[in-house]
């Protein structure tokens, strides 16, 4: 708790302290090439996890796509999102929120940024804050289940059941072997259809 604390009262000046680095042309040039590389990898593993019948494997394979995901490729970013972890677990969120409104301004188009973000609001319940963040996180990664997951568990949440079974059918089509997933679309679709009576 006193580390969270600490990290909260050190983190303006170390954002202030943060350099802004120019990049040599050379590695510029690099850095689409490591995204692609990055991508190509993200694409075969999304190709395993829907063709995977075995539910063990497919969550060694969905391990491995949140191991990508968390790859931000800037230490800076990569420290932050640590302290933002420390401070969700010690439950100091307005300190994570800071941690991660810090991630998203250095990196705008690191889609786990706004995915961690969107569920300290989740857990502040701060639903509306929550739902722009996961929809910025699908439109930066589309096939990213925890953040459809999330937008279900709001919708059930709210008492939109058609809507949380729609999104939890999106997880679905995405990694089929989900077992909470699959869970709560049979759940969902056997309390609409009683509603419906």
Do not use: C
Not at 25 to 47: H, N, T, Y
Not at 96 to 116: C, H, K, M, S
């Amino acid at each position: 708790m006193a580390t969270a604390l600490t990290f909260g009262a050190a983190f303006p000046a170390f954002a202030e302290e943060l350099p802004i680095q120019q990049e040599p042309p050379a590695q510029q040039e690099a850095k689409p090439l490591a995204e692609e590389k990055v991508g190509s990898r993200l694409d075969e593993l999304f190709s395993e996890l829907k063709r995977e019948r075995n539910e063990k494997a497919a969550e060694r394979i969905a391990g491995r796509i949140w191991q990508e995901w968390f790859k931000s490729g800037s230490a800076s970013v990569d420290l932050m999102m640590q302290w933002a972890s420390q401070a969700m677990e010690a439950k100091k969120f307005d300190v994570a929120l800071d941690f991660l409104d810090q991630v998203i301004v250095l990196q705008p188009t690191y889609a786990e940024g706004w995915n961690r973000r969107a569920t300290v609001h989740f857990m502040m319940q701060n639903f509306g804050k929550s739902m722009a963040d996961i929809e910025r996180t699908l439109e930066l990664e589309p096939r990213h289940f925890g953040a459809l997951s999330g937008m279900a568990e709001i919708m059930k949440t709210t008492g939109r059941k058609q809507l949380a079974l729609d999104a939890y059918q999106r997880v679905l089509e995405i990694y089929p072997m989900m077992r909470s997933a699959q869970n709560e679309v049979s759940e969902l679709s056997e309390e609409l259809a009683g509603e419906g009576i």
